[in-house]
């Protein structure tokens, strides 16, 4: 009974709608609602739900790694919402966090840039990229603003998923994470609606050979393990970046991780200045309103 109410809010929520004037956010937030229901009661009770979101996992897994009555504020943390072993060894790395000299050298690159200090006069803005630019009529990322910034200086560009770029937002994420700012991402017009539309259609369409979407793992999908990993959920992935991966060895953007997320669904991702990555973040960033910035963070 409970899948069935829950399929039945999510394919209504995710169902397009014709948006009135000054409701331009409306079919959002039917979006973010009826997906934070969704996870909610998916981690109400693993054990008990799972024969409508967990029939292929294991007794032990169900008992002893997934917690129960998971809260929305908890989601923010990704599959270390719910992992309990995840969340123990999460813990340790953070003991000594390996990310936090470098936020240190974000700051430095920051307050020897007179450009960045004008363009970015206030750092705790992590919560409210991607924006949209009702004059360009485009979706603007946080890299993206970054980049341009830098450019219309004369400076070179960075690299938009490594080095100085992760190092200078993690010291952004930093910053409003202290400010205890939440994610605020904001659809005020027909143009930004559609661009939050097309971002949510790339989310949920399969592809590639594999026939999988970003939702196939992090919607139907989470909670799941995937080799040694239990899969996040979508609502709170933004929220933490950039990120530290010991697989990495050290800090990427959330362009970073898509791209490379997108290619193990084998597809070839769009580019990370794209307007395809920029309105799929958009949509992705949306489904986090509401949750404290937790950035930076460090993830296997």
Same mark, same amino acid.
């Given at each position: 009974?409970?899948?069935?109410?829950?399929?039945?809010?999510?394919?209504?929520?995710?169902?397009?709608?014709?948006?009135?004037?000054?409701?331009?956010? =409306?079919?959002?937030? *039917? +979006?973010?609602?009826?997906?934070? #229901?969704?996870? &909610?009661?998916?981690?109400?009770? !693993? $054990?008990?739900?799972?024969?409508?979101?967990?029939?292929?996992?294991?007794?032990?897994?169900?008992?002893?790694?997934?917690?129960?009555?998971?809260?929305?504020?908890?989601?923010?943390?990704?599959?270390?919402?719910?992992?309990?072993?995840?969340?123990?060894?999460?813990?340790?790395?953070?003991?000594?966090?390996?990310?936090?000299?470098?936020?240190?050298?974000?700051?430095?690159?920051?307050?020897?840039?007179?450009?960045?200090?004008?363009?970015?006069?206030?750092?705790?803005?992590?919560?409210?990229?991607?924006?949209?630019?009702?004059?360009?009529?485009?979706?603007?990322?946080?890299?993206?603003?970054?980049?341009?910034?830098?450019?219309?200086?004369?400076?070179?560009?960075?690299?938009?998923?490594?080095?100085?770029?992760?190092?200078?937002?993690?010291?952004? =994420?930093?910053?409003? *994470? +202290?400010?205890?700012?939440?994610? #605020?991402?904001? &659809?005020?017009?027909?143009?930004? !609606? $559609?661009?939050?539309?097309?971002?949510?259609?790339?989310?949920?369409?399969?592809?590639?050979?594999?026939?999988?979407?970003?939702?196939?793992?992090?919607?139907?999908?989470?909670?799941?393990?995937?080799?040694?990993?239990?899969?996040?959920?979508?609502?709170?992935?933004?929220?933490?970046?950039?990120?530290?991966?010991?697989?990495?060895?050290?800090?990427?953007?959330?362009?970073?991780?898509?791209?490379?997320?997108?290619?193990?669904?084998?597809?070839?991702?769009?580019?990370?200045?794209?307007?395809?990555?920029?309105?799929?973040?958009?949509?992705?960033?949306?489904?986090?309103?509401?949750?404290?910035?937790?950035?930076?963070?460090?993830?296997?």
């Amino acid at each position: 009974m409970l899948l069935n109410v829950v399929k039945s809010t999510v394919l209504v929520a995710l169902t397009s709608c014709v948006l009135n004037a000054g409701e331009f956010n =409306a079919q959002a937030e *039917k +979006d973010r609602i009826a997906l934070i #229901d969704y996870t &909610i009661a998916k981690f109400k009770d !693993a $054990d008990k739900n799972r024969d409508n979101f967990f029939p292929y996992s294991t007794d032990a897994e169900l008992k002893n790694n997934i917690k129960k009555d998971v809260t929305f504020e908890e989601l923010r943390m990704g599959n270390y919402a719910f992992s309990i072993q995840g969340k123990y060894s999460y813990n340790e790395i953070n003991e000594m966090p390996p990310y936090d000299e470098l936020v240190e050298q974000g700051g430095e690159i920051y307050n020897n840039n007179a450009a960045l200090q004008k363009c970015f006069p206030d750092l705790t803005v992590g919560g409210d990229y991607p924006y949209f630019d009702e004059k360009k009529k485009e979706v603007v990322s946080l890299t993206g603003a970054i980049n341009e910034c830098l450019t219309n200086a004369g400076q070179k560009a960075w690299n938009e998923k490594k080095g100085d770029m992760a190092l200078f937002e993690a010291y952004i =994420a930093s910053e409003t *994470k +202290d400010a205890e700012k939440k994610v #605020d991402i904001k &659809i005020s017009s027909a143009d930004a !609606a $559609d661009a939050y539309e097309r971002g949510k259609e790339y989310y949920y369409t399969q592809r590639g050979y594999l026939k999988l979407s970003c939702a196939t793992c992090h919607v139907q999908g989470a909670g799941k393990r995937v080799r040694n990993e239990s899969l996040s959920q979508l609502p709170g992935q933004t929220t933490h970046f950039p990120v530290y991966r010991l697989k990495w060895g050290n800090l990427g953007t959330l362009e970073r991780r898509m791209e490379g997320c997108i290619k193990d669904q084998g597809q070839v991702p769009p580019k990370t200045n794209s307007k395809e990555m920029k309105e799929l973040l958009y949509f992705m960033a949306y489904m986090s309103n509401g949750m404290n910035v937790d950035g930076p963070d460090v993830r296997k």
